[in-house]
């Protein structure tokens, strides 16, 4: 089947995240500002510095999957990937798992592939640990191999070590939905699962797959997760405070608090979209990718990378950022931040929304969800993309909270506490979403109103 233009749609979309799992639902709450985090209860962290996450609470794979077999040792992350795909699938009109004898499949499953930015799985810690101790020589000050391995063998089970290995979300997703065209999975950090939308969008235009399931997913709210992040000092410290310890652009932001989940959209050429009677909810316009080749965990200072991706993604849509568009609106009506609450972060994205958008960087709204949602890693660009896409179809701007002492460095329109209606302007004809991962990965996606 051909491809008009290489024209790409988005016909569904699925999320879980610790705000909940219905799109619309979890907008509502996005728009009054809620926030999910609270103290941890996946592991005992209660002596970590940074005892709180923003948790998916109460997940239950047979809300989304009548047959679950195949999944019975599924870590939570390819959990979440397949209940967000579930409904994503189910939204496009390709039928409903959820019910028995309701799994629609693709006429030709060598056209349906799979692009995921996951995460790795969670390590069996506790037997990991009891390995690790009881294999110890303290007599020698060095680890028995023999007797570490003898203790790994007794307690470790086969399918959770596999379940570790982060190519295991696109396998579940594979064998649920039929996939048999191309699949991937990439680690990029945070800016994982917008690389997976943006590169399932071009295999897509270049008319390799008439379909992708693509996003991603991931949890790290895990003893080894948790500790990682807090000795880069990248978390907020404020237990006494969840719900507003996530600061992003306020001049008292002292790091993100850690969240989990998975976003996950049914990308389709246009004429696959419309041979079937599907209902396009927003085009992808443009996708625009960098490297800053700068530090493992730092962002390149002036935001060159993100510059880079941010006008790639604008130039494939057609857009000029410095120029208004034809009504006289900012040339993009909502910018999704990826506005993690750490120091470094926002005032360099602020700097790189500056330098790209020139004057019109002050009109253009720049909100960040991680204020309310917590940071889901892989899952965090896939979650704020579909954020762009419900900005669109409703024409409001989510605010970012907690956003009360504005730092002098970061002096954009961020929309703070209060979520925007722009429906009188004209709405949101055009969006785009940022993510900035760790090692200077930078990928962006423009997407606009389907007509």
């Known amino acids: 089947m051909g491809n008009s233009g290489g024209r790409v749609v988005i016909t569904g979309m699925g999320w879980i995240t610790p705000l909940g799992d219905d799109v619309g639902a979890v907008w509502e709450r996005l728009l009054k500002g809620d926030a999910a985090a609270g103290p941890v209860t996946r592991f005992p962290a209660r002596t970590f510095l940074t005892n709180f996450a923003a948790e998916v609470r109460g997940f239950d794979l047979r809300t989304y999957l009548s047959d679950t077999r195949g999944h019975e040792d599924a870590h939570v992350n390819s959990l979440y990937a397949l209940g967000a795909a579930s409904?994503?699938?189910?939204?496009?009109?390709?039928?409903?798992?959820?019910?028995?004898?309701?799994?629609?499949?693709?006429?030709?499953?060598?056209?349906?592939?799979?692009?995921?930015?996951?995460?790795?799985?969670?390590?069996?810690?506790?037997?990991?640990?009891?390995?690790?101790?009881?294999?110890?020589?303290?007599?020698?000050?060095?680890?028995?191999?023999?007797?570490?391995?003898?203790?790994?063998?007794?307690?470790?089970?086969?399918?959770?070590?596999?379940?570790?290995?982060?190519q295991m979300a696109v396998s579940h997703l594979a064998e649920a939905f039929g996939a048999r065209g191309p699949c991937f999975n990439c680690m990029t950090a945070c800016a994982a699962s917008t690389q997976a939308i943006g590169e399932a969008f071009e295999i897509i235009s270049r008319g390799d797959a008439d379909v992708m399931l693509a996003g991603g997913t991931h949890s790290m709210i895990h003893p080894l997760g948790m500790t990682g992040f807090i000795r880069l000092t990248a978390m907020s410290k404020r237990s006494d405070s969840p719900l507003t310890a996530s600061r992003p652009f306020d001049s008292?932001?002292?790091?993100?608090?850690?969240?989990?989940?998975?976003?996950?959209?049914?990308?389709?050429?246009?004429?696959?979209?419309?041979?079937?009677?599907?209902?396009?909810?927003?085009?992808?316009?443009?996708?625009?990718?960098?490297?800053?080749?700068?530090r493992i965990t730092d962002i390149q200072p002036e935001g060159l990378g993100a510059v880079a991706a941010m006008a790639a993604a604008l130039r494939e849509a057609g857009i000029d950022p410095k120029k208004a568009d034809s009504s006289g609106r900012p040339p993009v009506q909502y910018l999704s931040a990826?506005?993690?609450?750490?120091?470094?972060?926002?005032?360099?994205?602020?700097?790189?929304?500056?330098?790209?958008?020139?004057?019109?960087?002050?009109?253009?709204?720049?909100?960040?969800?991680?204020?309310?949602?917590?940071?889901?890693?892989?899952?965090?660009?896939?979650?704020?993309?579909?954020?762009?896409?419900?900005?669109?179809?409703?024409?409001?701007?989510?605010?970012?909270?907690?956003?009360?002492?504005?730092?002098?460095?970061?002096?954009?329109?961020?929309?703070?506490?209060?979520?925007?209606?722009?429906?009188?302007?004209?709405?949101?004809?055009?969006?785009?979403?940022?993510?900035?991962?760790?090692?200077?990965?930078?990928?962006?996606?423009?997407?606009?109103?389907?007509?």
Not at 279 to 293: I, K, M, N, Q, T
Not at 386 to 410: A, K, W
């Open 87 to 166: 409904r994503a699938w189910k939204q496009a009109g390709f039928g409903d798992l959820s019910r028995p004898g309701g799994a629609g499949r693709m006429g030709n499953p060598r056209r349906l592939g799979i692009y995921l930015g996951a995460g790795e799985g969670i390590l069996d810690f506790d037997n990991y640990a009891e390995a690790n101790i009881r294999g110890w020589d303290a007599s020698r000050r060095a680890m028995d191999d023999g007797r570490w391995a003898q203790v790994a063998y007794a307690r470790m089970e086969r399918a959770r070590e596999v379940e570790q290995e982060p």
């Open 252 to 294: 008292t932001r002292d790091g993100f608090v850690m969240g989990e989940g998975a976003g996950i959209v049914v990308l389709e050429s246009l004429d696959h979209a419309l041979a079937r009677g599907a209902r396009p909810l927003a085009e992808v316009a443009g996708y625009g990718s960098s490297a800053d080749s700068y």
């Open 338 to 451: 990826h506005g993690t609450g750490t120091k470094e972060n926002d005032s360099i994205e602020t700097l790189a929304v500056k330098t790209l958008f020139g004057e019109q960087a002050k009109r253009v709204p720049f909100s960040s969800v991680k204020s309310m949602l917590g940071h889901l890693i892989q899952a965090a660009g896939a979650v704020e993309l579909i954020t762009c896409v419900q900005s669109i179809l409703t024409g409001f701007v989510p605010p970012t909270i907690n956003l009360h002492s504005p730092d002098p460095r970061c002096d954009l329109d961020y929309v703070p506490n209060v979520a925007r209606d722009l429906r009188g302007s004209g709405g949101v004809e055009t969006a785009m979403s940022n993510s900035f991962g760790f090692g200077g990965q930078n990928n962006t996606i423009v997407v606009k109103r389907f007509g």
